[in-house]
């Protein structure tokens, strides 16, 4: 058994709020003793994305299996673990509420503590795992597929967003485009790979500002003109190269990511400056941030891309901070898909 002394705090975690099956055991929110991810990509793949309905149905298929696996690997049994962590949103509901029934249902079963956990907090705690020195307050990027928010971590769980999307998220325009240039589902991954091989500044994309708010973002322009060029290439019966069109997108969509985000960092007069969700395992977008927070002498951090694309673990650094802030949840949690940080 993996409990040191008898004020560690081991927690499951649980995640099911989009298409992986997760569960993971934390050690005082910093040590990952396991972290299974059941991904369901190649299932959703044939259908251009991700269908509600098939991914929580295969949520309950997997989930019993794939918590085993997550206790067995941490070499503990559910009599070791102080308290169980679960996602209730945001998310897809069906999705969500598969994680939130089990979560319960070992809760009340086994006599274990239930913290209720946003999706969004876990990502961002996702950086507490990957650093264990790092420690609020700083700014995060979180961009994903869902959301693309500035957000001022000003403690554990204390969260101030300071900028957001208008409209699509940022993984949501790497998967919208990818589909348009014919890389397919998952667009992110494949575009980060296919523009390696292209010119990022062949075509001249435009980076949106949102005249309200200098923190916000606005990716659905980007995403237009994209397609407007594809267009207008076909019209003219031209072809275009696939892999200057993705590197010229991405470098688009980095440039609005690393100016807003930096600039945010410097008004906000902050030091430290994290990345966090499925994007944030951008390889360009990475490269950009590494290189600019060096020139500006601001500290760095990124999780590893396994730990910035949906996991339980990050779950379970979220959820140790909400437990020993006392936080407890009833068995009348419930899937909120549109949570609120
Ligand atoms: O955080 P995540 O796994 O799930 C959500 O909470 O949405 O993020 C998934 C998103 C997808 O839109 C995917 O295309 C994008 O993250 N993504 C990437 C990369 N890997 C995943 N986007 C750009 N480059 C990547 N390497
Ligand atoms: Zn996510």
Do not use: W
């Amino acid at each position: 058994m993996e409990r040191d002394n008898a004020n560690d705090v081991l927690m499951l975690a649980i995640e099911t709020s989009c298409d992986e099956t997760a569960a993971s055991v934390v050690k005082n929110g910093r040590k990952v003793l396991s972290n299974v991810i059941y991904t369901q990509i190649a299932l959703h793949t044939r259908y251009g994305g991700v269908v509600p309905e098939i991914a929580s149905r295969k949520h309950i298929e997997k989930i019993n299996q794939v918590i085993e696996e997550a206790l067995k690997q941490a070499g503990v049994t559910l009599q070791d673990i102080t308290a169980i962590a679960v996602t209730y949103g945001p998310g897809l509901v069906g999705a969500l509420l598969v994680g939130v029934a089990e979560a319960k249902a070992i809760s009340f079963a086994a006599g274990i503590p239930l913290v209720g956990v946003h999706h969004i907090s876990g990502h961002i705690s996702a950086n507490y795992i990957a650093y264990e020195e790092l420690e609020p307050p700083f700014v995060c990027l979180v961009a994903s597929g869902g959301h693309s928010h500035l957000v001022l971590v000003r403690d554990y769980g204390e969260y101030e967003i300071i900028g957001r999307t208008r409209d699509d998220a940022a993984g949501e325009a790497f998967d919208k485009v990818a589909r348009a240039i014919g890389l397919g589902y998952p667009g992110g991954p494949k575009i980060d790979r296919v523009s390696r091989e292209g010119n990022p500044d062949a075509i001249s994309f435009p980076r949106a500002k949102v005249a309200e708010n200098e923190y916000d973002f606005s990716f659905s322009g980007l995403k237009s003109a994209v397609l407007n060029y594809l267009n207008s290439c076909q019209m003219k019966g031209e072809g275009y190269s696939q892999a200057d069109v993705a590197a010229s997108f991405q470098k688009s969509v980095v440039d609005v990511l690393v100016e807003h985000s930096l600039h945010a960092v410097k008004e906000f007069g902050y030091d430290r400056f994290a990345i966090a969700g499925g994007v944030a395992s951008n390889s360009s977008l990475r490269g950009a941030f590494e290189r600019e927070c060096a020139k500006r002498k601001i500290g760095f951090y990124c999780p590893p891309p396994q730990l910035c694309t949906d996991n339980a673990a990050m779950i379970g650094a979220a959820g140790y901070y909400e437990y020993i802030r006392g936080i407890r949840s009833g068995f009348e949690l419930n899937a909120v898909p549109n949570l609120k940080l």
